[in-house]
């Protein structure tokens, strides 16, 4: 088995789903990282600008869903 992100099954809430969705983004987020470290070591302008791209939109959507659920909307 070589898969580090965890299949969850069985999620019927929503704040459940949310907070796999959030772990599973940030293990991404760390090996894109990496990848973004080694590629830049190595010379790699292309795969650079990709990882940044992707960690961009990535690091993005979290904040938005953190933001999201955070937000108390029965005040």
Do not use: F, P
């Not at 704040?15 to 790699?44: Q, V």
């Not at 990882?51 to 993005?60: A, F, N, V």
């Amino acid at each position: 088995k070589v898969a580090r992100v965890k299949e969850v099954s069985g999620v019927s809430c929503g704040d459940e789903a949310l907070k796999n969705i959030l772990d599973t983004y940030g293990h991404l987020i760390g090996e894109e990282r990496k990848l973004l470290s080694l590629a830049s070591e190595a010379g790699d302008e292309a795969t650079v600008a990709l990882m940044s791209d992707y960690l961009k939109e990535q690091e993005k959507l979290v904040w938005m869903l953190v933001a999201y659920s955070t937000c108390d909307c029965k005040k």
